[in-house]
């Protein structure tokens, strides 16, 4: 990684400091600044006495800002200042993402590429959300385990997990590097990994298991999903297209039937399981196919983690329901990385466009005066997405194929 690199993202970083907007989604500030009162009047263990729906992971960096600022007071009055953390992890993910680029001639255009494009810093910027540090842990548990680094891999992939819930859809990809990964080594190898993830796992949760709150956690933990009985939290998907002009999947429940007596949350995730199947045959089928015949173990390349990575984030965010407009944002990293290694650049494109139009319709940081205009419109941003997804598919079945000739 060039010297230079850091100094630009040094500097951007100091840049971006002295000027963070002081704006952001209502609802989510509004939590962490409840969430902060509540961490400095009890202890830590009993955050979850309120309406408390993340995961410890945050929870510590809240602690951490509270600790910093003196008081819940002070805290919330400086909320800004928590898009800081999340500003480091984005330009982390940058530079780790370079590190992994297989193009050095064309670095600096690509650090600018995602340093300076509007869209990427957007949800932490003007959101205030978070999704850019699990991203990051997940990358970096890609790097690792692409270099068979098993312990740190396996520790980052927690530490993501940890923070974000969703990041549960890449379990796929992470486990098969474990697995290829310790292959034909040692059983104390196995064990080292798998001590190192439950000693990390035991740490975390340490305050709740001496407190004995733990089953309040785990009840956030299984609560992750139906949180939000809607068709669509926002997200401008698969049900946009769907659905007449004239229905809202914002305000229709997703337990309600659809066809043949399934319900709206039964055909998201149906289709997202449909589309996943799809995706690894056409990308790994092949292989898989003739290792079969070969009896060999099947070789896969870096690219395919990426492009698996980033269909994986795709398909999540497109088919299923209760999606919130943030939830394709670990798709930045797999397929910008797919992109400034493939050469392919259009559907990186595609997706900032459609993943800015997406968030800027629902949070509105701007103030425009035209959101009544074509491109603000759920089903033109729907289509991109649409768009998007059938070519990556065609890109799965291209790479797929190119690997067996």
Not at 248 to 259: G, H, M, S, T
Not at 294 to 316: E, I, Q
Not at 375 to 384: C, R
């Amino acid at each position: 990684m060039p010297r230079h690199l850091w100094w630009f993202s040094g500097g951007l970083l100091l840049l971006l400091a002295f000027n963070l907007p002081d704006s952001g989604h209502g609802f989510d500030l509004s939590c962490w600044s409840a969430w902060m009162t509540q961490l400095d009047t009890r202890p830590f263990h009993r955050i979850y006495d309120i309406d408390c729906n993340y995961l410890p992971g945050y929870l510590y960096l809240l602690k951490f800002h509270l600790w910093m600022t003196g008081s819940a007071e002070a805290a919330s009055h400086h909320l800004h200042q928590l898009k800081l953390y999340t500003l480091l992890f984005d330009l982390g993910s940058i530079l780790l993402l370079l590190s992994m680029s297989n193009n050095p001639q064309r670095i600096n255009l690509h650090w600018g590429l995602f340093a300076f494009n509007a869209a990427y810093l957007y949800n932490t910027l003007n959101w205030g959300q978070i999704d850019g540090i699990p991203a990051f842990f997940v990358l970096l548990s890609l790097k690792f385990l692409l270099q068979k680094h098993t312990v740190g891999g396996s520790m980052a992939y927690l530490l993501a997990l940890n923070v974000k819930l969703q990041m549960i859809i890449f379990a796929p990809i992470i486990l098969w590097l474990l697995w290829d990964a310790l292959r034909g080594k040692p059983l104390r190898m196995f064990l080292r990994v798998k001590l190192a993830a439950l000693g990390l796992q035991a740490l975390l949760i340490l305050p709740f298991l001496i407190g004995g709150t733990v089953v309040p956690l785990w009840r956030v933990v299984i609560g992750s999903v139906g949180y939000f009985q809607r068709v669509s939290m926002n997200a401008f998907n698969f049900w946009y297209l769907a659905l007449p002009e004239s229905v809202n999947p914002v305000e229709l429940d997703d337990r309600a039937a659809w066809f043949g007596g399934l319900s709206y949350h039964q055909w998201g995730m149906m289709l997202l399981l449909i589309s996943g199947v799809l995706c690894a045959s056409l990308l790994f089928g092949r292989r898989w196919k003739a290792a079969i015949s070969n009896r060999t173990f099947p070789a896969f390349l870096p690219d395919d983690y990426l492009l698996a990575g980033a269909m994986l984030s795709l398909l999540f965010f497109f088919f299923p329901t209760q999606m919130h407009e943030r939830y394709s944002h670990p798709a930045w990293l797999f397929l910008g990385l797919w992109c400034i290694r493939s050469g392919q650049y259009m559907p990186f494109i595609v997706f900032s466009a459609a993943y800015y139009l997406n968030m800027e319709m629902v949070l509105r940081s701007l103030e425009l005066s035209n959101y009544n205009a074509f491109f603000f419109q759920p089903v033109f941003i729907a289509s991109l997405y649409g768009i998007l997804v059938a070519y990556m598919f065609y890109a799965s079945a291209l790479q797929g194929r190119r690997a067996t000739t």
